[in-house]
């Protein structure tokens, strides 16, 4: 009797875990971007190359949900950045340098997530200032710096959507022993979407590794869509050490180099347009990097670019971009996946999602 007990157990605990997994949903997704990159202006000359993702970073994707009722969800996001070009890794060769997170969600809560996420600055330029959405040899990121884009070791809370308003909050651990701030990150967002209109402004503090000092940004953004074109505008504030580092070469300078702090005080302005015309879109903008310190780090970008879909999901594109540095400047024209090496950029390639 005891053994048909134990069986009849064992079988409900199958069916049960079965009626879970079957609530469970997984997707493979990604982008195949290449390009062709002509960057002039360089310290060591003009270069032609081909680059893996001048648009969008390729990348290889996992995203799943599963359902634990009441409305409530487990889910997890492992993205890897790939080099097209290479066959290899992107983000410093990292497995899933794009995004590794997991956690638990709800559509009356919001979501809290542990693990790689991005920072709100960044998704503010990617999703409603930036008309490049942070890509082409338009990349906002040349001169807005919005305090990097990816957090390590975070803790993220993202509410739902209350009449148009939602927000978002992380917290980056330093992880350095014994110092509970030393390379703390501090994150975090509000904003407004309603129709046609998208505000949002977002935070970002960050302390050094020794713990002897640190930066912020601070940036808002805002688009507005007229169906026959989208505005789109920025304004963001950068103060203290390391708030603003000039890149060098594909990557930027470590945290802490002098060399590479860049400006400790700085502002930037961008006013941009996508305009949709049947299958193509054309984008433009410029911004303006004010450098208050004693740098004189100011910088000026304008970029123009299009986009031509031929599918759903397969679009090809082109795009030129310039910067204009003033003498204590050295800002890069760079792209979605590489920081560049002149101030001036050309791109042409494809993109395919899937």
């Known amino acids: 009797m005891k053994k048909s007990y134990h069986s009849l157990a064992l ?13 469970t949903a997984v997707t493979i997704y990604g982008i195949a971007d290449a390009g062709l990159v002509n960057e002039r202006g360089g310290a060591t000359g003009n270069v032609n190359k081909l680059t893996s993702g001048a648009q969008s970073g390729s990348r290889l994707g996992f995203r799943g949900r599963e359902d634990l009722g009441g409305g409530l969800g487990a889910i997890f996001t492992l993205e890897a950045g790939i080099a097209l070009d290479t066959g290899g890794f992107n983000q410093n060769n990292t497995a899933f340098g794009r995004q590794a997170f997991v956690g638990v969600d709800s559509s009356t809560i919001g979501a809290v997530t542990l ?24 990349n906002s990121l040349n001169l807005i710096p919005a305090g990097g884009s990816r957090m390590n070791n975070s803790i993220k809370y993202a509410s739902p959507s209350f009449y148009g308003v939602s927000g978002e909050a992380a917290y980056g651990f330093g992880e350095v022993a014994g110092s509970n701030t030393a390379n703390r990150i501090v994150n975090a967002a509000i904003g407004y979407g309603n129709g046609p209109i998208n505000v949002r402004a977002g935070y970002f503090n960050r302390r050094n590794p020794t713990n002897t000092g ?10 507005w869509d007229f169906r026959v074109a989208k505005a789109h505008l920025a304004y963001g504030v950068d103060k203290g050490l390391g708030s603003s580092p000039f890149p060098v070469g594909e990557t930027a300078l470590p945290f802490g180099t002098p060399a590479g702090l860049g400006s400790d005080d700085s502002r930037e302005w961008l006013v941009g347009v996508t305009v949709p015309f049947g299958p193509a879109t054309f984008l433009a903008s410029y911004i303006r990097k004010d450098d208050r310190s004693g740098f004189n780090a100011d910088a000026r970008q304008w970029a123009v670019g299009a986009t031509y879909s031929v599918s759903k999901r397969t679009n090809f594109y082109t795009s030129y971009g310039s910067i204009n540095n003033d003498a204590g400047a050295s800002f890069t024209v760079g792209n979605a996946s590489e920081a560049g090496s002149g101030d001036r950029a050309f791109n042409i390639g494809v993109r395919h999602l899937f």
Do not use: E, K, W
């Open 11 to 23: 079988a409900l605990l199958g069916a049960m875990a079965g009626g879970a997994y079957a609530q």
């Open 115 to 138: 693990g790689r996420q991005y920072t709100a600055p960044y998704l503010i330029l990617r999703d409603i200032a930036d008309p490049f959405a942070v890509g082409f040899a338009g």
């Open 214 to 223: 640190g930066f912020r940004n601070i940036l808002v953004g805002a688009s």
